[in-house]
């Protein structure tokens, strides 16, 4: 789970993060998922899939009848590619994809910006009947890291876990929705509209070349999406805006003996990391229920190269991310930022510092959309509750409003 889903905000198609595996879990040592949520969150996706697409199928009927297990034997078959990224090439788990889809009957079709990291859709149904539903999900996974008593690629079911890598960040929830897929071609369920997938390669680097590339160019344009990204089934309509800075301050390299008059690029970085501190405190006032206040760390320092010689370079990377409830927008941040810089430069004339960014705003999207209104029917079907809001600006259930 990261943040990709500006494209999806972009191009004007309603969706919503809603996927089985807790969020906290993604990019951690012994990433596990309760087999149970993979149950759940195939009967829930049957669910929202026949509320649209075939309303009158008994879904308490097709509920019980689906194979929830075939989605934990998928889990597993899919954790077992060790499909990292970096490095990212994704084609051996994607020709597992596409044998998948030909022994289920299910048409797809590849796209690929550049060749190892391919897409896939994938649809059934008829665009011509109703509406499109599409479910997301990406094929990629962090890569393993240390630190782990579990082999992170065996998929090892231990207590009703299953424990791997991409467990929850998303093979279960691919899984899920596949076995909807499946489930609806095997009993020739008619359905008035269009069921639709794509399996994205490169979510964990971007989505520039997976999401970014399908919804950009145009390739799906789907009334609704579904992105199964881990959120315990909770809802996340927002995305926080992501601003990354690299502050380069400059010296003069000479010999600590000849260090008089000449300006030092490491001792200048820790004024500006001052700077950043004191700025920090000015939005220590606000903060949002559920997502959170104004984030903005110095989170690495290079500079300098031997004890006796003074730095001609300093290098800071800065994270900073804020809701779009801050009222703050990329273009006011660097402002504050360049304010700061300025302060520094008045009472540090000598000072030579610069930067560059990456920086994205915050997106939404409104609460009350037809996909919104469809997944709480058919959690509120499914569960007895309503679907919880992971991430949204309204703070429609408060009772959920934990901060995060
Ligand atoms: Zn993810």
Known sequence: ??????????????????????????????EYIDLHEIHD?????????LRILAPDVDRAAARAEIDVEAAVRLTRDLVRFPSENPPGDQREIMAFFKSWFERHGIPYAEYAK??????????????????????????????AGDGWTYDPYAADIVDGKMYGRGTCDMKAGIASFLTVAAYLVEKKIPLRGRLQMSIVPDEETGGDFGSGFLVGEGIIKP???????????RMSITENALLWLTVRTEGDRVHTINSVGAVNAVEDMADVIQGFKALRREFAGFRHPSLGGVVMTVNVVNGGIKTNIVPDECVAHVDCRFPAASGLTIADMLAKVDAMLDRIRAENPTIRVSYTYHGKD???????????????ESMLEVTGKPAAWLRTDLELDRSDAKGR
């Open 41 to 49: 969150a195939t009967r829930i996706y049957l669910d929202i899939a």
């Open 1 to 30: 789970m990261s943040d990709v889903y500006h494209f999806w905000t972009k191009g004007q198609i309603p969706s919503v993060y809603f996927g089985p595996g807790k969020i906290e879990l993604a990019h951690v040592s012994d």
């Open 223 to 233: 009334d609704f999406a579904i992105i199964a990204e881990p959120s315990s089934m």
């Open 114 to 143: 550049v060749e190892h990291l391919p897409c896939l859709v994938a649809e059934i149904g008829d665009p011509e009947a109703g509406p499109t539903l599409h479910f997301n999900g990406h094929s990629d996974v962090v890569p």
């Open 362 to 376: 915050a997106f939404r999207q409104p609460p009350d959309t037809d996909i919104v209104r469809f997944i709480n």
